[in-house]
T-cell receptor, first 116, second 112 residues
Framework: GAVVSQHPSRVICKSGTSVKIECRSLDFQATTMFWYRQFPKQSLMLMATSNEGSKATYEQGVEKDKFLINHASLTLSTLTVTSAHPEDSSFYIC????????????FGPGTRLTVT | QKEVEQNSGPLSVPEGAIASLNCTYSDRGSQSFFWYRQYSGKSPELIMFIYSNGDKEDGRFTAQLNKASQYVSLLIRDSQPSDSATYLCAVHPGGNTGKLIFGQGTTLQVKP
């Protein structure tokens, strides 16, 4: 149980274009979803927290107009990287906290974004 | 600032030995503690959580919590080369956001 999927697993896009990443909780309802970014050999960096039906809460230094987060249902959250630049190339990982669970987060498999 | 500290390692142990991974946290009000394993190029995977002082065992893994010392550890018995990964300690410091504070991770190498 507690499976989270992400799509796509890998994406290459050109500079200036937008990319949408989907995160789904497959066998539970997620009250809260989290979006992280991880650069090579570095730790996880929390970008934002989203609750179903509410606006996302962004961490300090994360541009909310660049990283658009939508949490439309209890099983789906999306992250759109707008006007991507090469420095946005990274490993983007979502996680979900289940309704009725404790504070543990279950991670999706991640999306590797390369901006050329 | 709430912090979670881990020795980055690498921690190298021979196959079959006990690996001991340690983590300290700064927020004395923290109540929930988690260990994640992350293989290179993959996302983190939850392996243990612990809420109460003492030990919690699950197979070859034992999590230990000492709230008075603000210390949580993970023991891996009979270490296998497949245990080689980065182990992340995470702490929920309280509040309603559900955010976890992650340590930098300890890289474990199990040598055959």
């Amino acid at each position: 149980g507690a499976v989270v999927s992400q799509h796509p697993s890998r994406v290459i896009c050109k500079s200036g274009t937008s990319v949408k990443i989907e995160c789904r909780s497959l066998d539970f309802q997620a009250t809260t979803m989290f979006w992280y970014r991880q650069f090579p050999k570095q730790s996880l960096m929390l970008m934002a927290t989203s609750n179903e039906g509410s606006k996302a809460t962004y961490e300090q230094g994360v541009e909310k107009d660049k990283f658009l987060i939508n949490h439309a249902s209890l099983t789906l959250s999306t992250l759109t990287v707008t006007s991507a630049h090469p420095e946005d190339s990274s490993f983007y990982i979502c996680s979900a906290r289940g309704q009725g669970f404790g504070y543990e987060q279950y991670f999706g498999p991640g999306t590797r974004l390369t901006v050329t | 600032q709430k912090e979670v500290e881990q020795n980055s390692g690498p921690l190298s142990v021979p196959e079959g030995a006990i690996a001991s991974l340690n983590c300290t946290y700064s927020d004395r009000g923290s109540q929930s503690f988690f260990w994640y394993r992350q293989y290179s190029g993959k996302s983190p995977e939850l392996i243990m959580f612990i809420y109460s002082n003492g030990d919690k065992e699950d197979g070859r893994f034992t999590a230990q919590l000492n709230k008075a010392s603000q210390y949580v550890s993970l023991l891996i018995r009979d270490s296998q080369p497949s245990d080689s990964a980065t182990y992340l300690c995470a702490v929920h410091p309280g509040g309603n956001t559900g955010k976890l504070i992650f340590g930098q991770g300890t890289t474990l190498q199990v040598k055959p």
